[in-house]
């Protein structure tokens, strides 16, 4: 049912609180903006703790503290605080990077419910090539105090075309380090992984491996140790039901305060998203007009305004049509009905290309300062 | 059936949380990232699993709460489908 709210419009029941953009990582895949340092300041802590009171009021209960590194806020436990306090149930998305034994007591005391920690991967040197840092011992020992604080362990490794083939790797590592929960997700292509598509989308080949090594070690170890495959969108023939249909579920508030109804929605064209800092939530929400543009299907265009499948994907994802096709409101080209799927068969038959040649041309792009300084705001295609 | 017994004590599973939602007007239960809307049996039955009460025990207030009988059966099976999907776990 949809609930009290207006217009049948249902609440945000999904919050995300991106508090930072700052990191010690700089990882390749990482979905922030690419100009993420051009935005404004970053919230400070009272509005983030009244931003948490609407949403409560709204009806939202799931809450994930990102960023950029949400460690790095000195204010997280004061924010965990308020949030445990209004009854959400509080998620903390982490590289573990400022995670000490004194920080975890401190957030468990305050009420966090949930720590998921990500790794690039299961081999130190990969792990730290790939986040331009040594951190996978520190993450072994945060995944440590974990345990020893009581909470499930859940790892997050996004996979790509320079770690898939270490999947066995990275499930072992997962194994010995006690987890109940494993996501093995696929990068899937906004922000910086975009710029860097054609080093980490991964050939057919490799995901079929990856696929079947997962399989295998999932029948191997049994229900005590929950896997999660993600394949990257671009190897799926229908899209994905992106944020359950932007403005139905999900509501994000990035550091600067700009509320996003999916957050990488910030790229998006023609749409002014409001700031928390100037407009209270339930208006951002319910009347706003960035947050009710996607919403129902008036902005639908062919195949997707009468394809029988509209109210079940809703289109797919509107960021990945607006990169991949330059319009926001075509069907996501990951969709074979889509006319610009062959955008998605060039990228893996590229993909395919590039993993038989080896080494490649361009470098790298790590997620940096100084670099998101000098990029545009993304658009068209990423560089091959 | 995996044949539950009327004495066993069913709990929330650690680390899961079940709370009543006045804006959705239902019970739900949470857990790292996700989140179950519970019809108004479920949330009744689950409200009740505090780890003290036995099932026999939650079967009987049930029974007196809706003015109803022959619950037990009903109550048993959602109870193993809860314990079988982890949200609920067996306290001695």
Wanted: charged fraction near 20%; proline fraction near 6%; charge should be negative.
């Amino acid at each position: 049912m949809t609930a009290p709210g207006k217009g049948g419009i249902g609440p945000p029941l999904w919050l995300l609180l991106e508090l930072t953009y700052r990191c010690p990582l700089h990882c390749v895949f990482c979905y922030n903006p690419t100009d993420f340092a051009a935005t404004g300041p970053e919230l400070p802590t009272a509005e983030w703790l009244r931003v948490l009171r609407e949403a409560r009021a709204l009806g939202a209960v799931q809450l994930g503290l990102s960023g950029g590194e949400p460690l790095v806020r000195e204010d997280l436990e004061p924010i965990v605080a308020q949030a445990h306090a209004l009854g959400f149930y509080v998620n903390l998305i982490t590289s573990g990077v400022g995670m000490t034994e004194e920080r975890i007591r401190a957030l468990k005391g305050a009420g966090l419910d949930h720590i998921q920690l990500s790794f690039q991967d299961s081999t130190r040197e990969m792990n730290d090539f790939l986040s331009s840092t040594r951190t996978f011992e520190l993450k072994a020992r945060v995944a440590e105090l974990i345990r020893r604080h009581d909470y499930p362990m859940v790892l997050n490794v996004v996979l790509h075309r320079l770690n898939i083939d270490h999947v066995g790797e990275i499930l072992a590592m997962a194994e010995s380090l006690g987890a109940q929960y494993v996501e093995l997700a696929n990068t899937q292509y906004y922000g910086w992984a975009w710029l860097n598509r054609a080093h980490l989308l991964p050939s057919r080949a490799q995901l079929t491996r990856a696929e079947a090594v997962t399989r295998a070690f999932r029948e191997r170890v049994g229900p005590r140790m929950q896997i999660y495959f993600v394949v990257p969108d671009y190897f799926e023939t229908r899209p994905k039901a992106c944020m359950n249909g932007l403005g139905n579920v999900f509501l994000g508030v990035a550091p600067d305060g700009t509320a996003l109804p999916c957050h990488a929605a910030r790229m998006l064209p023609g749409l002014e998203f409001p700031n928390v800092r100037a407009h209270d939530l339930r208006s951002i929400w319910y009347d706003s007009a960035a947050f009710n543009h996607f919403r129902g299907e008036a902005w639908m265009k062919e195949p997707c305004r009468s394809c029988p499948e509209r109210q079940r994907d809703f289109g797919g994802c509107r960021c990945q049509a607006y990169l991949l096709t330059g319009d926001a409101a075509n069907a996501d080209p990951v969709c074979e009905l889509s006319p610009h799927h062959h955008l998605v068969t060039a990228a893996v038959a590229e993909a395919d290309r590039a993993a038989a040649a080896g080494a490649h041309r361009t470098p790298l792009i790590f997620r940096d300062h100084r670099i998101s300084i000098a990029v545009e705001p993304q658009r068209g295609a990423p560089a091959s | 059936m995996s044949g539950l017994d009327g004495s066993a004590r069913p709990a929330i599973a650690h680390g899961m949380r079940l709370q009543w939602e006045p804006v959705q007007e239902a019970h739900v239960l949470l857990y790292p990232e996700g989140m179950v809307k519970l019809n108004g049996s479920a949330g009744a039955i689950l409200e009740r699993c505090d780890g003290v009460r036995t099932v026999a025990q939650i079967v009987a207030d049930l029974e007196r709460a809706f003015g109803s009988t022959n619950l037990s059966d009903d109550v048993t099976a959602f109870v193993e489908l809860a314990l079988e999907r982890g949200w609920l776990e067996l306290r001695e």
